[in-house]
């Protein structure tokens, strides 16, 4: 069964907007990746968070961790029309990494 | 630049003829994985080499097999492709198998059965 699961579905915003979105997930974790996947594209990878941090930055992407509630979110901000893509949460890593069900990212103009 | 290259980008096959992905990577990974995703799902693992260690996922079908016959190349043979077996295929890449080795996708195959 997936890890991960993340909300909202779906998010559509006006550029220069902030972008929230959460992923939970179910067991104990050592880390947490973030993945951005553009539209008939492979993922790329974007952060990565350990289970002993709280909160990581990378340009304009901040991501915090709770595991107490075993749950994550991804801030973009100042959002730009290049950032329309679906953004995946996955746990586990190695040789094992299992993907959220992933949040669709609209930034409109 | 180093990079994950799927080949083709498009594949067209009928229902039950055997059908061949290929992934290529100029990075030096240990590890590669093979992926499917469905429309509007999460990618979902099949299988990994560790260099050429096989590791199969419980769930993966027997219609599903791979080769790996060097570091650089990864193949996925589809046997007996079904109606349910069209998807995207993604291949990815990981120096290691630590699990804070981030992993390296193509941009995929997406392969369509007639």
Request: charged share 20%; glycine share 6%.
């Amino acid at each position: 069964s997936q890890q991960g699961e993340e909300d909202p579905q779906a998010l559509s915003i006006q550029e220069g907007e902030n972008a929230t979105m959460n992923c939970s997930y179910k067991t104990s974790i050592n880390n947490l990746q973030w993945y951005r996947q553009n539209s008939g594209r492979g993922l790329v990878h974007l952060i990565l968070i350990r289970s002993n941090e709280r909160e990581k930055h990378s340009g304009r992407l901040r991501v915090t961790l709770d595991t107490s509630k075993k749950s994550s979110s991804l801030l973009i901000t100042a959002s730009r029309a290049a950032d329309t893509a679906s953004y995946f949460c996955a746990t586990g890593g190695g040789n094992k990494l299992t993907f959220g069900t992933g949040t669709q990212l609209k930034v409109e103009l | 630049d180093a990079m994950v290259i799927q080949n083709p980008r498009y594949q067209v096959t009928q229902f039950g003829k055997p059908v061949t992905l290929s992934c290529s990577q100029t990075l030096n990974h240990n590890v590669m994985y093979w992926y499917q995703q469905k429309s509007s799902q999460a990618p979902k693992l099949l299988f990994h080499y560790y260099d050429k260690d096989f590791n199969n996922e419980a769930d993966t079908p027997d219609n599903f097999q791979s080769r790996r016959p060097n570091t650089s190349f990864c193949f996925l043979d589809i046997r007996s492709p079904g109606l349910g077996d069209a998807a995207m295929y993604l291949c990815a890449t990981s120096r290691d198998q630590a699990d804070w080795e981030p992993q390296h996708f193509g941009d995929g195959t997406r392969l369509s059965i007639l």
